[in-house]
Each structure stands twice: as C-alpha cells, then as structure tokens.
C-alpha cells in the first residue's frame, strides 16, 4: 500500500467529509429537506475512513 496516497486521489474526493456518523446525520436530514424525496443516509467510508452522505443504493459505496 501506498502510504502517501492524497485525498485528491480517492474515488470519494468529490463528497464530502464528515468527522462523526451525527455530524453527517446532521447533514442528511437537512438535504432530505433540500431535496424532498431522497433519503440520503451517512455512511463510513472505507477509503478516507470518515463518513459521507449516499442518495444512492446501487454504487460501491454501501458499508
Ligand atoms: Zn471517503
């Protein structure tokens, strides 16, 4: 494994991070109300290791 690998480089570079699973709970339930329909829900990311919000089922970013 590379240790140096940048967050630039990581599939998720272009979500955004969230320190703890309540800040990107937080998050979800104020763009549920932006975007009424979706059920956006955090998810912790095995690539940066912290958390992201997902409005999809079927990509590879499941837990
Ligand atoms: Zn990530």
Known sequence: MDANISLESLPCADKL???S???AG???VYAGFRYAGTKPHPYKCR???RWHLSTHVN???EP
Request: contains cysteine; aromatic residues 14%.
């Open 17 to 19: 991070p969230f320190d």
């Open 21 to 23: 699973r309540e800040s």
């Open 26 to 28: 937080a998050a979800a």
């Open 47 to 49: 690539y940066c290791d």
């Open 59 to 61: 990509q590879n970013e």
